[in-house]
Each structure stands twice: as C-alpha cells, then as structure tokens.
C-alpha cells in the first residue's frame, strides 16, 4: 500500500503535482479572501449608509440580493453555474478553469466579509466619526484614517477564520478541473488504484495548512494586542 504509494510519489514525480496544488490551493484562497475584503468592505459601506437617494437604494438591494444569493448557495454550486453555464452564455465560453474559481471564490468571500465588516464598523464607537468630523476631516478621511483601521482590527480574528474556511473550500476546485491539493491525491488514487494512502495524506496536507494559518492568525492577534497597550 505504502509501496505503491511512494513509488508514484517520489520515483515517477506525483510530488510534483501535489507541490502545484498547494501554490493553487494557498494563491486561491489568500486572492480570493483579498477579493473579498475589498468587495466586502464597499458592499458593507453602502448598505450602511444612510439617504433616501434612489440610486443608493438600487445598490442597497444589489447588494442585500447577491449576499443572500452567494450565502444562500453552496460555493460548489456557484462554482459549476458560473463555469458550465453563464460564462458560457455570455460568450465567453469554457474559461480558464483557475481563473473561474478565484472570481467565485472571491466573490463568495466577499459575501461573507461584507457582514463580518459591517459588524467591525458598527463597533466602532460613533464618537470616533464625530470626533474625526469635529477635527475638520472630511467624511472619506474620516473612514478611511479612523473608522476603517479600527474597524479592521476588530474583526482580524474573524477574517482569519473566514481564510481558514476558504483552505478548506477550495478543495471543490478539482470539479472543473483545476489541479489544487484534492485532484492531485486523487489522481495518485486513480494511478495506483488505492485511496487510502493518498486520501489520508490529502487530509493531512489540508490539516498542516489549517494548524500554520491559524498559527499566522494568532500570531498577527498577539502583536495587534500589543500595540493596543501601548
């Protein structure tokens, strides 16, 4: 079993494979979650702002729609719609398969970040607003110098597990035929017709990957704390 397993391994080069679909399962996530941060954070901004201005409310319902949509589905789901389906109909056709999973997988991350950031901003205490506006600053200034930076630091244990669970999504990437960590076992599997090995190897890689990402998470939690008592 064992045998069998390092043959394919080491001797006729699989690591090769499983070594790409770790730089795809890790370029995946962190972009996707980049993605998502930026997206979340607009989505999170219009949703919170306050006016009677039409155009406001028709992006206030774009937004609530396509977080209920991209929270509502699987992110597999979404995955297969939009490569077998809409870019296809929108004559783009079959795309490449990785950049079709960084698009799904950012914007399903920014569905989940867009309320994780309206939860940070609400926690900024409102007189931080008042005080940045009392100080002359314009609105802009004000978030993006004060409530933004705040508002980040709160909720940087929540955008590490958002990652952490990203890791673990990606593993769906292997449907439309991306080479991540999962299709590289798999194919080890399928070359020497036994899945143990390759299968508890694969959840081992995924769970070395999870163990040093929230390591980084807390890591970067310890330093900001220390900054705080200063």
């Known amino acids: 079993m ?8 080491i001797d006729l080069g699989a ?10 399962t890790l ?8 993605i998502g ?5 607009i989505v999170a901004f219009v949703q919170l702002a306050n006016g009677k201005n039409p155009v406001l ?31 296809p109909a929108i004559g783009l056709g079959l795309m490449n398969a990785s950049v079709v999973g960084l698009i799904v997988f950012g914007l399903n991350s920014g569905a ?10 609400l926690s900024v205490d409102k007189g931080q607003t008042e005080a940045g506006r009392a100080l002359g600053l314009p609105l802009r200034a004000t978030m993006l110098h004060v409530v933004i930076p ?26 439309i035929g991306v080479v991540d960590l999962t299709k590289a076992f798999t194919d080890i599997g399928k070359s020497t017709y ?11 890689a995924y769970l070395a990957l999870v163990l040093i990402a929230g390591w980084i998470v807390k890591k970067i939690e310890g330093r900001m704390r220390k900054g705080d008592k200063r």
């Open 2 to 9: 064992w045998d069998k397993f390092i043959h394919y391994f």
């Open 15 to 24: 690591y090769k494979d499983v070594l790409s679909g770790i730089a795809v």
């Open 27 to 34: 370029v995946t996530a962190i972009c996707a979650l980049l």
């Open 37 to 41: 941060i930026v997206l979340g954070t």
């Open 57 to 87: 409310k028709f992006f206030q319902y774009l937004g609530k729609l396509y977080v209920t949509v991209f929270r509502g589905t699987p992110v597999v789901v979404q995955l297969l719609y939009v490569y077998f389906i809409i870019f």
């Open 112 to 121: 989940y970040v867009s309320e994780i950031m309206r939860g940070g901003i």
């Open 150 to 175: 705040q508002a980040v630091k709160n909720v940087i244990p929540t955008l590490g597990n958002e990652f952490i669970s990203l890791l673990k999504e990606t593993s769906v990437l292997s449907f």
């Open 194 to 204: 036994e899945y143990t090995v390759p299968y508890t190897m694969l959840a081992l």
